[in-house]
């Protein structure tokens, strides 16, 4: 399945979503994550996310059985694209 995700936390927890997120999920742009990933995958970050976040926060996940879209437009620079190496 393919999901898209996006998350407004407090700002103490962005660093701990980020890390999660990114270990599921490919990194689009500040708050926001999309990929292919497994039910079980998807499972999985949504109990890790659950450990994560506060009443306060909120986190929303559209949940595709088929990629539809047929093409992905970016206005300005693709973050997609960037790689970082630490």
Do not use: A, H, P
């Not at 689009?28 to 999309?34: A, I, L, T, W």
């Not at 949504?46 to 206005?75: A, C, H, P, T, W």
Request: glycine share 4%; hydrophobic share 40%; net charge positive.
């Amino acid at each position: 399945m393919f999901v898209i995700l996006y998350y407004d936390v407090g700002v103490k927890r962005v660093s701990k979503m980020l890390k999660v997120c990114r270990k599921y999920l490919t990194w689009v742009q500040n708050s926001v994550f999309e990929g292919e990933i497994s039910y079980s995958n998807l499972e999985r970050l949504k109990s890790e996310i659950g450990r994560i976040i506060k009443d306060e926060d909120s986190v929303v996940i559209y949940v595709f059985n088929q990629m539809l879209y047929s093409k992905r437009e970016v206005l300005g620079k693709d973050k997609k694209e960037e790689t970082k190496f630490l």
